[in-house]
């Protein structure tokens, strides 16, 4: 690699910090171990269809058994912070009652040992694994889950709050509401929108519950992590300009201006009527989903150009021709430099890049090592995009690659590999690849500046 690792940090400020991310169901297996229930993924991946490959989440990468050792690869990168979820069936089966002890202790573990060298954890609350039996009762699109979801945040706190400084609610609520309810591709796999926008409010209501509780027992670092990208007109017919609105509209806005500014965009709001639908909005819910945040992560893959299609009310993406990862996804560093810089403009918060890395078809020597100098191309210009971003007057804390292993890619399965670390499915053997020993040069010259 011919960029020196200096380059690609130029822009950033010397207390900007680093770090690696996964979540529950994508590493750690024990799906029915110390009275862990299904999550709606363990149910969806049993659909048939699904998941490439019929694959899911049982073992994973084992982490549950193996986190002592991934914990120490972890302090071995030199990163100063691990984001994880918490497994909500793990620490409370079913998703109502009293806390699971043993499934709790699991975290706790893992927490004590991150601090003992040195890694500060950041913990996500909900990254996907709803209770089966809260799907059971309706999902995300009933207003009781938000309930359910901050009373949960509650009981993880009293376990973990001695401990743990940084807490973020949610993961993506926009796949969570899109994948999950309207576009089917994800848990629990279900297709329509009316219940996906009840999904988003519900989401955000759960949040904002649990963000009152937090904070109410004295959490200062309180945050919610969004996936987005910057939508840009593919020309300036205003059918392209309307295009590019809606779907930042859905992507970004409906989350961002009821977290920030406590109410739902109008114009969103107008284009979800024309489709029949309304938001479930009781007194009071606008006031706790903004609950003031301390930090907004982003999670950034790809941006997209839009075109009016023959429906308005469905945005086309319109495919710039640009590299692709393994994904199929685009790789555009430029579009989260202006994303990060539209976003302090409109929202001013402290940002942390919560989630950024990608798919390629990774080859393994003998050793199990890869050369993946393809994901140091994506993530080295993409950190120089986050540098850019703090030159124009953005606040960007931290940055986060994902992912610290090969892990379970949702409805892709174990064929995409987003890891700094190699997974050897067959014998669960972790190596680091090229992209781990360079983050890790990355974050030593960083801070020797
Ligand atoms: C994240 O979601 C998840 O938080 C994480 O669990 C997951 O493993 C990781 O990303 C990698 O997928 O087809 O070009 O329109 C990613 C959310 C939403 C990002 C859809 C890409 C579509 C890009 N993704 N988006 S494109």
Same mark, same amino acid.
């Given at each position: 690699?011919?960029?020196t690792?200096a380059?690609v940090?130029a822009g950033l400020?010397?207390?900007?910090?680093?770090?690696v991310?996964?979540?529950a169901?994508q590493?750690?297996?024990?799906?029915?171990?110390?009275?862990?229930t299904?999550?709606?993924?363990?149910?969806?991946?049993?659909r048939?269809?699904?998941?490439v490959?019929?694959?899911?989440?049982d073992?994973?990468?084992?982490?549950?058994?193996?986190?002592?050792?991934?914990?120490?690869m972890?302090?071995?990168l030199?990163?100063?912070s691990?984001?994880?979820?918490?497994?909500?069936?793990?620490?409370?089966?079913?998703g109502?009652?009293?806390?699971?002890?043993?499934?709790?202790d699991?975290?706790k573990?893992?927490?004590d040992l991150?601090l003992?060298k040195g890694?500060?954890?950041?913990?996500?609350?909900?990254?996907?694994?709803?209770p089966?039996?809260?799907?059971?009762?309706?999902?995300?699109p009933?207003r009781?889950?938000?309930?359910?979801?901050?009373?949960?945040?509650?009981?993880v706190?009293?376990?973990?709050?001695?401990?743990?400084d940084t807490?973020?609610t949610?993961?993506?609520?926009?796949?969570?509401?899109?994948?999950?309810?309207d576009?089917?591709?994800?848990a629990p796999?279900?297709?329509?929108?009316g219940?996906?926008?009840?999904?988003v409010?519900?989401?955000?209501?759960?949040?904002g519950?649990a963000?009152?509780?937090?904070?109410?027992r004295g959490?200062?670092?309180?945050g919610?992590?969004?996936n987005?990208?910057?939508?840009?007109?593919?020309s300036d017919d205003?059918?392209?300009?309307?295009?590019?609105?809606?779907?930042d509209?859905?992507?970004?806005?409906?989350y961002?201006?009821p977290?920030?500014?406590?109410?739902y965009?109008?114009?969103?709001?107008?284009d979800?009527a %024309?489709?029949g639908?309304?938001m479930?909005v009781? +007194?009071?819910d606008l006031?706790? #989903? &903004?609950t003031?945040?301390?930090?907004? =992560?982003?999670n950034y893959y790809?941006s997209?150009?839009?075109?009016?299609?023959?429906?308005?009310?469905?945005p086309?993406?319109?495919?710039q021709?640009l590299?692709?990862?393994?994904?199929?996804?685009e790789?555009?560093?430029?579009?989260?430099t202006?994303l990060?810089?539209?976003?302090h403009?409109d929202?001013h918060?402290?940002i942390?890049i919560?989630?950024?890395?990608?798919?390629?078809?990774?080859? %393994?020597d003998?050793?199990?090592?890869?050369?993946? +100098?393809?994901?140091?191309?994506? #993530? &080295?210009?993409?950190?120089?995009?986050? =540098?850019?971003?703090c030159?124009?007057g953005?606040?960007?804390?931290?940055?986060?690659?994902?992912?610290?292993?090969?892990?379970?890619?949702?409805?892709?399965?174990?064929?995409?590999?987003?890891?700094l670390?190699?997974?050897?499915?067959?014998?669960?053997?972790?190596t680091?690849k090229q992209?781990a020993?360079?983050?890790?040069?990355?974050?030593q010259?960083?801070?020797?500046?």
């Amino acid at each position: 690699q011919e960029a020196t690792s200096a380059d690609v940090t130029a822009g950033l400020p010397a207390d900007f910090f680093w770090g690696v991310a996964t979540s529950a169901y994508q590493i750690e297996g024990g799906a029915a171990e110390d009275g862990r229930t299904p999550s709606i993924w363990d149910t969806f991946a049993r659909r048939p269809g699904a998941v490439v490959n019929g694959e899911h989440g049982d073992l994973a990468c084992d982490h549950y058994h193996r986190m002592p050792s991934d914990v120490a690869m972890i302090a071995d990168l030199g990163v100063d912070s691990y984001r994880f979820s918490i497994s909500w069936p793990r620490v409370q089966p079913g998703g109502s009652g009293p806390v699971n002890r043993i499934g709790m202790d699991f975290y706790k573990r893992l927490v004590d040992l991150l601090l003992a060298k040195g890694v500060q954890p950041w913990i996500t609350l909900y990254h996907w694994d709803l209770p089966q039996e809260l799907e059971d009762a309706g999902g995300w699109p009933e207003r009781d889950t938000a309930l359910r979801f901050a009373e949960y945040a509650t009981l993880v706190h009293d376990a973990l709050g001695d401990r743990v400084d940084t807490w973020t609610t949610l993961n993506e609520p926009w796949c969570s509401a899109m994948l999950g309810y309207d576009q089917g591709v994800h848990a629990p796999g279900r297709k329509n929108f009316g219940a996906a926008m009840h999904s988003v409010h519900h989401l955000l209501l759960g949040h904002g519950l649990a963000a009152r509780e937090l904070r109410a027992r004295g959490v200062s670092d309180l945050g919610i992590t969004l996936n987005m990208g910057v939508a840009t007109p593919f020309s300036d017919d205003p059918r392209d300009v309307d295009a590019a609105r809606r779907a930042d509209g859905l992507a970004t806005r409906i989350y961002l201006d009821p977290l920030v500014h406590g109410h739902y965009p109008a114009d969103v709001l107008e284009d979800i009527a %024309a489709r029949g639908v309304t938001m479930p909005v009781r +007194d009071g819910d606008l006031s706790a #989903i &903004s609950t003031p945040l301390d930090v907004l =992560g982003i999670n950034y893959y790809s941006s997209h150009t839009f075109r009016g299609g023959a429906d308005p009310a469905f945005p086309v993406v319109v495919p710039q021709s640009l590299p692709v990862t393994a994904m199929g996804w685009e790789i555009v560093p430029s579009g989260l430099t202006s994303l990060l810089v539209r976003l302090h403009e409109d929202y001013h918060l402290p940002i942390v890049i919560t989630e950024n890395g990608a798919a390629f078809d990774d080859v %393994a020597d003998a050793d199990g090592f890869v050369s993946d +100098d393809d994901r140091v191309a994506f #993530i &080295s210009s993409h950190i120089a995009a986050v =540098g850019a971003a703090c030159e124009a007057g953005a606040d960007i804390r931290g940055y986060f690659a994902w992912s610290l292993m090969d892990n379970f890619e949702w409805a892709y399965g174990y064929a995409k590999r987003f890891g700094l670390v190699r997974v050897d499915y067959d014998t669960l053997e972790r190596t680091l690849k090229q992209s781990a020993l360079w983050y890790r040069d990355v974050i030593q010259e960083h801070r020797g500046r």
